[in-house]
């Protein structure tokens, strides 16, 4: 991930609405990538993540797309709830899953 | 499910004091990690540890130290602690597989 400066992204969506949140990685080795929430006051908890030899990972209600060619990642929540509401962010993995780098992160407001 | 579990969740020290951080996980992971979480600068490692007695400096170890006496404990020590130092920390295991699984954090605030 990259760093996107001292404040963090916000996307505000309407509560039953998809949300798309980006990740922008740097190293071109990189061939492991996963995404990560943060809520409140809480450490963060793996979602999904994907392979470099993949370009789309489905989950329950989440979707990982991957391009390679642009070294972009994004995220997909279909119908965001309110308990959606956290800090996204991204890590990329290479050398051996050995070098791991963390994006800065997404927040994300779910309107009710 | 494997739980990592961090001590504190909020420290207040004063400058100069030496500040002990606790990690604990369950699961008999090998890889255990320190970080810092700061806005806008996202997660940075201070260090690492592969295997009990072993580490291994990060990113930022400068004004920290670590301990590993047995598998399943993790702490993290600094020294003399400065404003500076005031952060989220994070611990986290992992074991053969990639995915890294985090307690919930110390808020530390340095005064």
């Known amino acids: 991930g990259e760093s996107v400066g001292l404040h963090l992204p916000t996307l505000s969506v309407q509560e039953g609405d998809n949300s798309i949140i980006n990740c922008a990685y740097s190293?071109?080795?990189?061939?492991?990538f996963i995404w990560y929430k943060q809520e409140s006051g809480k450490g963060p908890q793996f979602i999904i993540d994907?392979?470099?030899?993949?370009d789309k990972r489905q989950g329950q209600r989440v979707t990982v797309l991957l391009n390679k060619t642009v070294k972009h990642l994004s995220l997909q929540i279909a119908a965001t709830q309110p308990g959606d509401s956290a800090v996204y962010f991204c890590a990329d993995l290479s050398g051996g899953y050995q070098k791991v780098t963390f994006g800065t992160g997404t927040k994300l407001q779910v309107i009710p | 499910d494997v739980k990592v579990t961090q001590s504190s969740r909020y420290l207040v020290k004063r400058t100069g004091e030496k500040v002990f951080l606790e990690c604990v996980q369950d699961?008999?992971?090998?890889?255990m990690f320190w970080y810092r979480q700061d806005p806008g600068l996202g997660l940075r490692l201070i260090y690492f540890s592969y295997d009990v007695k072993m580490k291994e400096k990060g990113d930022i170890p400068e004004g920290y130290s670590v301990s590993r006496e047995k598998k399943e404990r993790f702490s993290l020590i600094l020294e003399s602690a400065s404003t500076n130092q005031t952060s989220m920390y994070l611990c986290a295991s992992r074991a053969s597989q990639m995915i890294y699984t985090f307690g919930s954090g110390t808020r530390l605030t340095v005064v």
């Open positions: 699961m008999d992971h090998e890889n």
């Open positions: 994907i392979r470099s030899n993949m």
């Open positions: 190293n071109s080795a990189s061939d492991y």
